[in-house]
């Protein structure tokens, strides 16, 4: 069951990144993030209405924590995004769960993972000589952002029940970037709403609870190694529906990261790595 929601929910991440890249040009990338975010709130909260008193502290700071993991990572990606191909961006958000298990493995043989997957990362940001750097910086941010979304899914899925936790934390998402997306609300075009609010509730609203789901019924193991289908599905959306012509060198270094981000997120938490980190 997990497997299948978190496929679903990589298909809307980035089929929403294909739609919001069409705004863009009109608006600026905090802007169309901050607006997606807050559609997506005033969905989950007119279907959730989550409870707001008598939450502890420690409760508050996990939704905190979730919310500025989820803004953070919602403009860092469309930074990349704006600047490379859907499934080169969606390779470097990858790596964030990636570097989390890297981090946690201690067994001798697994260090050939992370220079497997260096050697994609090369593939994926050289692919024509001609990358743009300022997009790379915004993916690597980005895989950041989403190693801590995971994580702090996981708290406040472990904190909450139902998805109070994660409606009230896409509303802290939506506050943080008001100041982007407020401004932007007179600029938006008529026909653009659309636009955003389909993004908004299928890249945020869906595919949040999704994840959230997922994790909470899996683990943030299983489900950070079933994020190696964002950048399969980025690629497939990217040239299905911006009709992206990735190199066949990229396509290299994108399934290297995939590969080998898969298998070392796994085995992070296997018996085996488990009794090489304490030995």
């Known amino acids: 069951m997990g497997a299948v929601l978190v496929l679903v929910s990589c298909l809307g991440v980035q089929s929403s990144a294909a739609l919001s890249s069409a705004l863009f040009d009109a608006l ?4 169309v993030a901050g607006l997606r975010q807050a559609t997506a709130a005033l969905v989950l909260w007119a279907l959730v209405r989550p ?7 420690g409760e508050w700071s996990g939704i905190a924590g979730y919310g500025a993991a989820m803004a953070g990572m919602n403009v860092t990606f469309y930074g990349a995004v704006d600047r490379l191909p859907l499934g080169v961006a969606a390779a470097l958000l990858f790596l964030g769960p990636f570097a989390v298990a890297v981090a946690s493995v201690r067994v001798r043989r697994d260090a050939l993972f992370p220079v497997v997957g260096l050697v994609g990362v090369v593939l994926v940001t050289r692919p024509g000589g001609d990358v743009e750097w300022l997009g790379v910086g915004f993916g690597l941010l980005s895989a950041v952002a989403l190693a801590l979304y995971t994580v702090f899914a996981q708290r406040v899925g ?3 029940a139902g998805w109070d936790g994660l ?5 802290v998402s939506a ?11 007179p600029q938006v075009a008529v026909g653009q709403w659309a636009l955003v609010a389909l993004s908004g509730t299928v890249g945020v609203a869906l595919a949040f609870t999704l994840d959230f789901t997922a994790v909470r019924l899996a683990g943030a193991k299983v489900v950070a190694t079933l994020f190696a289908l964002d ?12 009709g992206e012509n990735p190199s066949a060198v990229a396509l290299a270094g994108i399934g290297l990261i995939v590969a080998t981000g898969a298998a070392v997120t796994w085995r992070a938490g296997t018996p085996s ?5 304490a030995a």
């Open 28 to 31: 600026s990338v905090p802007a």
């Open 51 to 57: 409870r707001v008193r008598r939450r502890s502290r």
């Open 158 to 160: 472990r904190a909450s």
């Open 167 to 171: 409606t009230l934390s896409v509303g």
């Open 175 to 185: 506050l943080l970037l008001l100041p982007f997306s407020a401004p932007a609300v």
């Open 231 to 242: 950048p399969v599905m980025g690629t497939l959306v990217g040239v299905a529906a911006l």
């Open 273 to 277: 790595a488990a009794a090489g980190e």
